[in-house]
């Protein structure tokens, strides 16, 4: 990790000077002949950690921290819409469950799953719409 953090670094620095701009990480992962995903990984491996008291604004008054920044998305009604979720599942018959599983889980299409489970591709689409409704109306 070190060794391609480095290499990244003076590609951008190199990208930088010969483009008088900030590269893209397309254009340095082009430049190392690495995927883009392990540049960004490299790169954000060195960025220094900040305090959530960190202030980002501040006109004077009360000053705005980077924890204020951060939404939390489990609230008490996150938390009761999972628990009514994984119940509504659980209601479901086994083939319902594997269907869905297959479909939106495991991202097969209905004549994937109907090949694999032994039903028709139409079946498939009743059981899974079926599956779903029961669900929303849980």
């Known amino acids: 990790m070190r060794d391609t953090t480095y290499r990244a670094i003076q590609a951008r620095e190199k990208l930088s000077n010969e483009l008088d701009r900030e590269p893209t990480v397309e ?3 082009k430049e190392l002949d690495m995927k883009k995903e392990q540049v960004v990984i490299s790169l954000e491996a060195i960025v220094d950690p900040i305090s959530l008291y960190e202030p980002v604004y501040n006109d004077g008054g009360e000053a705005i921290f980077v924890m204020d920044q951060i939404g939390d998305r489990n609230t008490a009604d996150s938390w009761m819409d999972e628990i ?5 599942i659980r209601a479901l018959s086994d ?4 269907i869905l599983n297959l479909r939106f889980m495991l991202g097969r299409t209905q004549t994937e799953v109907a090949n694999e489970v032994g039903i028709s591709q139409a079946q498939v689409s009743r059981l899974e719409k079926g599956a779903l409704k029961k669900i929303k109306n849980s």
């Open 27 to 29: 254009e340095i992962a």
């Open 84 to 88: 009514l979720l994984c119940d509504a």
């Open 95 to 98: 083939r319902e469950k594997r």
